[in-house]
């Protein structure tokens, strides 16, 4: 139900060839100027402040944050290993949600496109070291089933605030509340616009996929 991000996504960039990726990769000239499209109107918009309730943070160690990339001959998954982020919960129902993601944790299926991805090329962690996602609404889904909740807000991603919803299963246990969505955003909508190979190039959408738990108090420490 995050962002992200997350990232963060972040995100359908994975698609890139390893072959190119050398350990500069970083420094070699992007092409996107010559290929790809002027990037979407502009459409910035302030991160939503939180309402109040009880916070319950997140565990990393029994969350993931993925995400999958495509270009014409493949894809490449990845994901962040670091991240920060918590729900805000008023009588067991869950009002809101914030989260961080550090972008210099970003993974991915071939090491060298992990720092390729760190690069100027796609993330720029030099520059915009965290993508934010903040929600500005909750709501229990029109038709409930496997999609219980529709998520909006917004994501601080690439230097551009951009609005961002998405749909998210989401339960509150005993021990835990959990949320888990898959869904795609397209990268042109934070500024990554970085082609590809001219015959091999890389699609916009990319999809994240969200696994996350938020222990209350009485939940098991992960082992």
Same mark, same amino acid.
């Given at each position: 139900?995050?962002?992200?991000?997350?990232?963060?996504?972040?995100? =359908?960039?994975?698609?890139?060839?390893?072959?190119?990726?050398?350990?500069?990769?970083?420094?070699?000239?992007?092409?996107?100027?010559?290929?790809?499209?002027?990037?979407?109107?502009?459409?910035?918009?302030?991160?939503?402040?939180?309402?109040? =309730?009880?916070?319950?943070?997140?565990?990393?160690?029994?969350?993931?944050?993925?995400?999958? =990339?495509?270009?014409?001959?493949?894809?490449?998954?990845?994901?962040?290993?670091?991240?920060?982020?918590?729900?805000?919960?008023?009588?067991?129902?869950?009002?809101?949600?914030?989260?961080?993601?550090?972008?210099?944790?970003?993974?991915?299926?071939?090491?060298?496109?992990?720092?390729?991805?760190?690069?100027?090329?796609?993330?720029?962690?030099?520059?915009?070291?965290?993508?934010?996602?903040?929600?500005?609404?909750?709501?229990?889904?029109?038709?409930?089933?496997?999609?219980?909740?529709?998520?909006? =807000?917004?994501?601080?991603?690439?230097?551009?605030?951009?609005?961002?919803?998405?749909?998210?299963?989401?339960?509150?246990?005993?021990?835990?509340?959990?949320?888990?969505?898959?869904?795609?955003?397209?990268?042109?909508?934070?500024?990554?616009?970085?082609?590809?190979?001219?015959?091999?190039?890389?699609?916009?959408?990319?999809?994240?996929?969200?696994?996350?738990?938020?222990?209350?108090?009485?939940?098991?420490?992960?082992?």
């Amino acid at each position: 139900m995050h962002l992200l991000l997350l990232a963060s996504l972040v995100l =359908g960039m994975v698609g890139c060839d390893s072959e190119v990726l050398e350990d500069g990769a970083e420094d070699v000239p992007t092409t996107q100027d010559l290929t790809t499209p002027p990037p979407p109107a502009n459409v910035e918009v302030p991160l939503p402040e939180l309402p109040d =309730g009880q916070t319950v943070a997140v565990s990393v160690e029994l969350s993931k944050i993925h995400f999958t =990339g495509a270009k014409i001959t493949g894809s490449h998954d990845g994901g962040f290993e670091q991240f920060d982020g918590a729900v805000v919960v008023s009588d067991d129902q869950v009002l809101a949600t914030k989260f961080e993601i550090d972008m210099a944790s970003t993974t991915a299926d071939v090491p060298k496109l992990a720092k390729h991805l760190m690069g100027k090329d796609f993330f720029m962690i030099k520059k915009y070291p965290k993508a934010t996602f903040v929600s500005s609404e909750v709501a229990a889904a029109s038709d409930p089933g496997a999609v219980t909740h529709m998520v909006k =807000g917004v994501l601080d991603f690439h230097g551009k605030k951009r609005p961002l919803s998405f749909p998210a299963t989401v339960t509150v246990g005993e021990t835990a509340i959990t949320v888990s969505a898959t869904f795609d955003i397209n990268r042109q909508n934070w500024g990554v616009a970085y082609p590809g190979k001219p015959d091999d190039l890389i699609k916009d959408d990319v999809q994240i996929r969200l696994d996350l738990n938020f222990p209350t108090a009485s939940a098991p420490k992960a082992e």
